[in-house]
Nanobody, 119 residues
Framework: QVQLVESGGRLVQAGGSLRLSCAAS????????MGWFRQAPGKERELLAI????????TYADTVKGRFTASRDNAQNTLYLQMNSLKPEDTAVYYC????????????WGQGTQVTVSS
């Protein structure tokens, strides 16, 4: 299994930028697809982006495409989420997660990091 720790969340003004990091330890990082999710109070957890274990492929939800960029550094076992043009509706707890080979679900999750966007 893999252990995940998110960091970088803070209060930021609308229109600003923020970069989140997800540090992984344990099993080889490159063995996993990695995802970014967020959850606002009273709402379902929302998938934002997936970086695939092989190649440079990254997919995004329509709500963040063009504003957010997910990337991974397998040598450093770290996942990133660059967030630009932030809006108050982006306020949520942001999570990273890992999906192993032959698995359909993301089984490993970090503790989350709070992002608050003020008007």
């Amino acid at each position: 299994q893999v252990q995940l720790v998110e960091s970088g969340g803070r209060l930021v003004q609308a229109g600003g930028s923020l970069r989140l990091s997800c540090a992984a330890s344990g099993r080889t990082f490159s063995s996993y697809d990695m995802g970014w999710f967020r959850q606002a109070p009273g709402k379902e957890r929302e998938l934002l982006a997936i970086t695939w274990r092989s190649g440079a492929r990254t997919t995004y939800a329509d709500t963040v495409k063009g504003r957010f960029t997910a990337s991974r550094d397998n040598a450093q076992n770290t996942l990133y989420l660059q967030m630009n043009s932030l809006k108050p509706e982006d306020t949520a707890v942001y999570y990273c997660a890992a999906r192993a080979l032959l698995r359909s679900a993301f089984d490993y999750w970090g503790q989350g990091t709070q992002v608050t966007v003020s008007s």
